[in-house]
């Protein structure tokens, strides 16, 4: 199981990025996915999370600028954001529980894309 993102970069404050991250491999059932950062010096964090169903979960720091979302038929989850700041900057990792099959349910991460926002 493979789980690679795309669409970091640079962008200037209040601007905007998308983050794609798709799954591949052997994928009998995706359930949550969601994104995490981390940021120079602090610890890994959650941003927001998606279930298969659709339900959602943000951090504080992220409700009103970010929004999660997910093709189940493609396998992927993207995170919109706007309203991007200083305090945005930080390795993005796409993060998923999938069942490679019936029985058993592993955590699996992504290496992480960049998101640096200039002031």
């Known amino acids: 199981v493979q789980l690679v993102e795309s669409g970091g970069g640079l962008v200037r404050a209040r601007g905007s990025l998308k983050l794609s991250c798709a799954a591949s491999?052997?994928?009998?059932?995706?359930?949550?996915m969601g994104w995490y950062r981390q940021a120079p010096g602090k610890r890994r964090e959650l941003v927001a999370q998606i279930t298969s169903g659709g339900s959602t979960n943000y951090a504080d720091s992220v409700k009103g600028r970010f929004t999660i979302s997910r093709d189940n038929g493609k396998n992927t989850v993207d995170l919109q954001m706007i309203s991007l700041n200083p305090e945005d900057n930080a390795v993005h990792y796409c993060?998923?529980?999938?069942?490679?099959?019936?029985?058993?349910?592993?955590?699996?991460w992504g290496l992480g894309t960049q998101v640096t926002v200039s002031s």
């Open positions: 993060n998923a529980y999938i069942q490679a099959n019936r029985n058993y349910e592993s955590e699996y």
């Open positions: 491999g052997s994928l009998f059932r995706i359930n949550d």
